[in-house]
């Protein structure tokens, strides 16, 4: 299939310590193939030497090109960019912290080639401490349970997607992007590879817990309307419970056949039970008005504040990123 374009991806945030093993690695893998390629590297503000480095890579190969964002837009956002400043007609993504090995390619090609038009990889075994395997399990089995599309299980952003589905990923404006929950929204023909998710080579998790957090919510909340639809499951159980309740106390009242009580524990248990309620019922609505609100500002994704290596045909991205 010589003539091919393939597009790697990587989002990088102070990776210093992995880069020259990623691209050594990564370019002795696509060395191997037979096909044309660029490796992309979104370097999402890193405080470190990490863009240096890449300015290296890109010195001495033209192969490698970097977007370098204004200030840190999180891993989806530089995911995001990557995707939108691909050519390749196929586009693959990895972290960039080794823990997708780079090895990984040739199996992704071997699919697109049978046709799938995505490849995703499948986490067989993950090396994370082991609270953390249980929440992603957990976390991947709810929304799999809750989400109208079908997400497949434990699968992270590490895929292959062809040129057509880049494409049509590009045109979704949504801002908060869950890629992971978009490539299977968009359908086509689809397959999972199994591998083994490495731990990261260097360096702390880029992740923070909240950041995860956030990726987790937006994952249920960009996919699933059920938080919002339980909680009128939730209203209307509680109220048809207290309406019986009250019938029962009226009877009480009339008929007198259970001793009354002064009933201050019922009561509390009833407020604070009904206010727990509520609380969470409106914070529901809260995490889905707050990404409508973010929808409705319309600011773009990201904001580039450089590229390396792109030819005039990105010359509209590039306007419309970076303000030049
Ligand atoms: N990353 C990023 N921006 C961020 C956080 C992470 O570009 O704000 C990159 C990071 O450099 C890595 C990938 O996203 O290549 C995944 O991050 P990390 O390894 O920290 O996440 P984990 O594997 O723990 O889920
Ligand atoms: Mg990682």
Redesign the pocket.
Known sequence: MSGNLLSVI??????EEVLPHLYERTRNVLAALDLDYEIIF?N?ASRDRSLEILQGFNRSDPKVKILSFSR?F??QM?ITAGLQFSRGDAVIIL???L?DPPEIIPRFLEKWREGYQVVYAVRATRKDPLLMRILYKTYYRLLKAISKTEIPLDSGDCCLVDRKVANLINAIPERNRFIRGLRSWVGFRQTGIRYDRDK?FAGK???TFF??LHLAMDGIISFSEIPLKISILIGFFVSISSLLYSVYLIANTIFNFQHRIPGWASIVVGITLLGGVQLTVMGFLGEYIIRIFDEVKGRPPYILNGCIGFDDHHAENIRRYSGL
């Open positions: 990587f989002p990088i945030y102070n990776e979104i999402d840190n999180g891993h530089a972290d960039g912290d823990q990261r998790p880029k992740y950041k995860l």
